[in-house]
């Protein structure tokens, strides 16, 4: 509906990015919901509390450790969180 509540919007709800609201994005393959505007920090801390030892790609492009907390997650956004292993 629109917002005088007849007929349909005129664009689909899903493509609405609202503050607060969740969105979809892919971290090591799995799908998770996040909120909206959430860092690329946010999506770290999802997979494990360790800082050091880890690396982090979106979208297939590495993001440095100082741009993680400035780093914005958008909509369908893959991530890979890679973490070292010591050991042979």
């Not at 509540?5 to 969740?22: F, I």
């Not at 880890?54 to 993680?68: F, M, P």
Request: net charge negative; no cysteine.
């Amino acid at each position: 509906m629109n917002e005088g509540g007849t007929g349909p919007a005129p664009w689909p709800m899903a493509w609405v990015s609202r503050p607060g609201t969740a969105m979809k994005v892919t971290i090591n393959g799995v799908p998770h919901d996040l909120p909206a505007g959430a860092s690329v920090a946010r999506a770290v801390q999802q997979l494990t509390p360790a800082v050091a030892g880890v690396a982090v790609a979106l979208n297939d492009e590495v993001v440095r450790r100082g741009a993680w907390e400035s780093t914005t997650l958008a909509e369908d956004d893959r991530v890979e969180v890679l973490t070292a292993v010591q050991g042979g």
